[in-house]
């Protein structure tokens, strides 16, 4: 039997907004209108529309209370609202929904309608006389949809004519902009609309503080006009005097805005965009690794900005072509070339460490030189897509990333190795073998990948993070060889050296074949131990009989012993760095945190006390 669509979850009641309870207290008679000029159109305002109207008010015998009109001493300037967002009187919260453009009525108030409301939310001015009945003589002016950019209203804005794309200025941007600029009564104090547009880098007080703000939520081509009040207004080149406006409307038309992006958000590397390429920012950039081709020229950023290198002449007119993700061009040019967009072109200004100081350098280009390159994104190709591969294709395209990996693990770029890894382990997430043969292969595939993210992070000195990468092996294998050891070198490294001894010694109860590496281990563990409960020995030597008084001098004393111990466990790690693991364990012990005051003071406290078995020690 089939049975009828019924909506078995009737949706809640939305809970009435502040206005609508304020509403609720109106009572028959107590607000009426009369149209004194009927308004044109048949639209009316709503709720998220901004409101510009004038408004005398009168006693009913005619005696002017208040108006903005300045024929009866008002400022001249109309009152704006953004109805269901600004603080209104009930009265005009009931009656201005219902104003065509152009419109003049007249409400007549009880005094529950206006200032006389319980709990009003608009404060009454002083002399206002609120406990009496009132006439509003009410002009609407205008009413459009805006954005409220400050929250205090102080800054406002109405779109006249949409942009095109989404992209919005921001600091900083280069902005080009048609500016004109009137008070709030009409009068014009700035217009910059011919010649030239007005050019400025956003974040640098160049424009009045609420212009900038409203023109940072606008797109390229869009027209608004921004309503700034007094606060907001700050003196800038655009316009130094700002004293005596109460209100500013400014007219803008977006004309262009120039991408400038501070990469490291530090001043240091900068790409400014000098050509716009096509398609959408960012979804159209070569955000993840991809081929890439390029056209550069590179200059020294010195007086003469000597070009070093230029792919148009240097390299017979052919553009490099190179993969991102593998380390293959110095940092700051990649990082800058992964947001562009294909045809576009930019200025790169880029500092000596994210260069040529840690890249192979050209013979031309001196140590410590800032480098500008020009860009041109000719195009790239997205890495493939594993969607409708096979489990053995989708294998072979993980063992490709790994082998690459791989390749960077050994030219010591461990941060760009480990992001190889992790990117397959997580397309793995959609991977599913369908049968266990493929079950087997992809945790044996998987369990690699883990182990070798937990070698990078080993190499970066983050050992709690190789234990951790370790561990989604181990929670499943408890028995992986390769496993303990990488976990046990961790542990080592940390000077955790029951932990790392345990995990040692499994290796030898489940695999006879790993003896030899597992021995080689628990030895370098016992050197490490020795040395530092000697070294701790010599740091203990008279402490304890020493007076109270004298125990910072026990530290002078054994400080040219601990320099020496230093520099012996130097000379012993550059002797063993042929060895991959030793290697490894010396670079990430030399990364391990330091804990606290009390380390600080004596660096071998923690695993002295580690090794004794004591959690801490209290010198009373």
Not at 185 to 213: A, N, W
Not at 563 to 590: R, Y
């Amino acid at each position: 039997m089939a049975v009828e669509d019924e909506d078995i979850n009737p949706q809640k009641k939305k809970a009435p907004s502040e206005d609508d309870k304020r509403r609720m207290k109106i009572v028959p008679g107590s607000l009426m209108k009369a149209v004194m000029r009927p308004g044109g159109g048949d639209s009316t305002p709503s709720d998220g529309d901004q409101v510009a109207y004038h408004c005398t008010v009168r006693t009913l015998d005619g005696v002017i209370v208040e108006s903005t009109r300045s024929e009866y001493g008002g400022k001249g300037i109309p009152i704006r609202h953004v109805l269901g967002k600004s603080k209104i009187l009930l009265g005009l919260l009931e009656g201005i929904p219902t104003m065509l453009k152009g419109e003049v009525s007249m409400f007549k108030m009880k005094p529950q309608m206006h200032y006389g409301e319980d709990d009003c939310p608009v404060a009454a001015p002083s002399t206002f006389p609120k406990d009496e009945e009132l006439h509003f003589e009410i002009e609407m002016i205008d009413f459009a949809k805006a954005k409220i950019i400050a929250d205090d209203f102080g800054v406002v804005k109405k779109v006249i004519n949409e942009g095109q794309g989404w992209e919005t200025p921001r600091a900083p941007y280069e902005v080009k902009a048609w500016i004109s600029a009137k008070t709030g009564d009409g009068k014009l104090i700035l217009s910059h609309r011919e010649g030239e547009p007005c050019f400025f880098t956003f974040g640098k007080s160049e424009v009045p503080k609420g212009l900038e703000m409203g023109i940072g939520t606008m797109t390229r081509e869009e027209k608004a006009v921004i309503y700034v009040t007094s606060q907001y207004l700050t003196p800038s080149p655009l316009m130094p005097v700002v004293e005596g406006y109460e209100e500013v409307h400014f007219e803008v038309e977006l004309v262009h805005l120039i991408q400038v992006r501070d990469m490291l958000g530090d001043g240091r590397l900068i790409k400014r965009r000098i050509r716009d390429g096509k398609g959408e920012f960012p979804m159209d950039c070569p955000l993840h690794d991809s081929l890439l081709r390029v056209h550069y020229k590179g200059m020294l950023l010195n007086e003469e900005k000597k070009v070093f290198y230029d792919t148009r002449v240097d390299n017979d007119g052919q553009p490099l072509e190179f993969s991102s993700g593998e380390g293959l061009v110095p940092e700051g040019f990649e990082m800058c070339v992964r947001l562009m967009l294909p045809g576009e072109i930019a200025l790169v200004t880029c500092p000596p460490d994210y260069a040529y100081d840690k890249f192979l350098r050209p013979a031309n280009v001196p140590e410590g030189a800032h480098i500008q390159w020009e860009i041109e994104l000719l195009g790239f190709e997205k890495p493939k897509d594993w969607t409708g591969l096979s489990f053995d294709g989708i294998m072979d395209e993980a063992e490709k990333i790994r082998v690459t990996g791989n390749r960077l693990f050994k030219e010591g770029k461990f941060e760009l190795a480990k992001a190889k890894y992790e990117k397959v382990l997580r397309d793995f997430n959609h991977v599913n073998p369908q049968d266990d043969e493929e079950g087997k292969v992809f945790v044996g595939e998987r369990n690699l990948l883990h182990l070798n993210v937990a070698a990078c992070l080993l190499k970066l000195g983050e050992c709690r993070k190789s234990i951790e990468a370790c561990n989604k092996v181990l929670d499943a294998n408890p028995a992986h060889v390769k496993g303990l050891y990488r976990r046990g070198m961790a542990y080592m490294a940390l000077g955790e050296f029951e932990e790392a001894q345990r995990d040692f010694e499994m290796m030898m109860k489940v695999d006879k074949s790993s003896e030899p590496d597992a021995t080689a281990a628990l030895s370098k563990l016992k050197k490490q131990r020795q040395e530092i409960e000697s070294k701790a020995r010599k740091q203990f030597k008279g402490l304890f009989d020493k007076k109270p008084g004298e125990i910072s001098e026990v530290g002078i004393e054994n400080q040219g012993e601990d320099q020496a111990a230093g520099k012996n466990e130097n000379d012993d790690s550059e002797q063993e760095s042929d060895g991959d693991e030793a290697q490894e364990f010396h670079e990430a012990a030399a990364e391990a945190p330091r804990k606290g005051w009390f380390y600080r003071f004596w660096p071998t406290s923690g695993r002295l006390f580690s090794a004794l078995g004591l959690d801490r020690c209290t010198i009373l």
